[in-house]
């Protein structure tokens, strides 16, 4: 019954901001760490954010200084915040859930649970 349910994503120029959110039915946020990833045309599954129950967080290097990634526990809510946004960071993204024990909070592979995306076009 978990379920995790993307929004936010949309068509901004370059240089724009976007805040994409994800929020968890039948998980815990707080529980466990959780991150976001993102599919381009053409391109393989990209780690951008991940974050850990203590708070610790790392970002892809194409994202670092650009990107947050938060949790609103009282809203059992992700947050991906997205400043200065660049053609590049055109994609699907995805949020995910429940890391395998041992696992990177940039691996895909590592996630058990994982929303339907949603898309972000940045335009020069």
Do not use: H
């Amino acid at each position: 019954q978990v379920q995790l349910v993307e929004s936010g994503g949309d068509s901004v120029q370059a240089g724009g901001s976007l805040r994409l959110s994800c929020a968890a039915s039948g998980y815990t946020v707080s529980t466990g760490s959780m991150g976001w990833f993102r599919l381009g045309p053409d391109k393989e599954r990209e780690g951008v954010a991940g974050i850990a129950n203590d708070g610790s967080t790392r970002y892809a290097d194409s994202v670092k200084g650009r990107f947050t990634i938060t949790k609103d526990n009282a809203e059992n809510t992700l947050y991906l915040r997205m400043n200065s946004l660049k053609p590049g960071d055109t994609a699907m993204y995805y949020c995910a859930a429940d890391l395998m024990d041992g696992g990177s909070v940039m691996n895909p592979g590592d996630f058990v649970y994982w929303g339907q995306g949603t898309q972000v076009t940045v335009s020069s």
